[in-house]
């Protein structure tokens, strides 16, 4: 492949994964105002998902936000009923956040459908090149937490 083929490729599929991120970001507001959320609510939710013992401050790891910022994240999930704080039996000091399941069952169904669609359009590939989608956008999605603890940093050096 040639030098400007491949700047045009790099050039193309930035411009693709702008689209669909701002795509994404748009589609997860309107499922978000379903819950009587705002997007950053619901992601942090879903960021959360894998975690055993979660606290704020692993939260705002996870996320790059500030932990005055995830506080009143936590405020208004607990406030909906998604979320609860617990006090650590381990250690007593420590809140535990502990998500209620209540949103699980509406989070399926609404997303079901979207991984309908998504199946049918991965369908048309091979599973050589399935595997090499897992492996771009998992290699993304690190760069781009990476990248956003780097933009986080320097927010607070800033700041400081």
């Known amino acids: 492949m040639s030098q400007g083929r491949r700047k045009q490729l790099y ?7 702008r689209e669909s991120a701002s795509r994404a ?10 819950f009587g959320l705002n ?7 879903d960021l959360a998902r894998d975690e055993q ?3 704020a401050g692993r939260l705002a790891t996870l996320t790059g936000m500030s932990t005055s910022a995830i506080t009143a994240v936590l405020d208004r999930l607990e406030r909906r009923g ?4 617990r006090r650590d039996p381990a250690d007593r000091r420590k809140v535990v956040i502990v998500a209620t399941g209540t949103h699980v069952e509406r989070a399926q169904r609404i997303f079901a459908g979207l991984g309908a669609e998504v199946e049918r359009v991965l369908d048309e590939y ?4 399935l595997a090499a989608f897992v492996s771009i956008i998992r290699r993304l999605n690190e760069v781009s937490r990476e990248y956003t603890e780097r933009l986080s940093d320097e927010a607070e050096s800033d700041a400081g």
Not at 82 to 85: F, I, S, T
Not at 126 to 129: A, G, L, T, V, Y
């Open 25 to 34: 970001v748009l589609m997860h507001q309107t499922i978000a105002d379903r």
């Open 53 to 55: 013992v979660l606290t």
């Open 11 to 17: 050039a193309e599929l930035n411009d693709a994964m």
């Open 39 to 45: 997007s950053t609510d619901l992601k942090t939710l």
């Open 126 to 129: 091979d599973e050589d090149r």
């Open 82 to 85: 998604l979320v609860e704080r």
